[in-house]
Nanobody, 120 residues
Framework: QVQLVESGGGSVQAGESLRLSCAAS????????MGWYRQAPGKQRETVAS???????NYADSVKGRFTVSRDNAKNTLYLQMSSLKPEDTAVYYC??????????????WGQGTQVTVSS
């Protein structure tokens, strides 16, 4: 069974940095595009950043220049380096991946989420 587990969230002051990690485990054939999403209280879940297997990246306008998404395919791990954090970045951050596994083939998986709180 495939699982995605996020870590690295926490509470910081505005202007500080955090690095989120998302480790994939289980019987995995391959990964395709993976990404980070976030959901703030009372708001819909939104895309933060994504990265293809080949390393192509895409960012929400609100985080461009501040956040960097990366992946280590050998370690089955996705990262999100967040710098110059703002209070409006406060949300639960979720990892998502398009992953191929025995029996299930290709499907989307979600992590359980990690809280990021930025105070002014």
């Amino acid at each position: 069974q495939v699982q995605l587990v996020e870590s690295g969230g926490g509470s910081v002051q505005a202007g500080e940095s955090l690095r989120l990690s998302c480790a994939a485990s289980g019987n995995i054939f391959s990964f395709d595009t993976m990404g980070w999403y976030r959901q703030a209280p009372g708001k819909q879940r939104e895309t933060v950043a994504s990265i293809t297997r080949g390393g192509g990246t895409n960012y929400a306008d609100s985080v461009k220049g501040r956040f960097t998404v990366s992946r280590d395919n050998a370690k089955n791990t996705l990262y999100l380096q967040m710098s110059s954090l703002k209070p409006e970045d406060t949300a639960v951050y979720y990892c998502n991946g398009n992953i191929a596994a025995p029996l299930t083939g290709w499907r989307q998986y979600w992590g359980q989420g990690t809280q990021v709180t930025v105070s002014s």
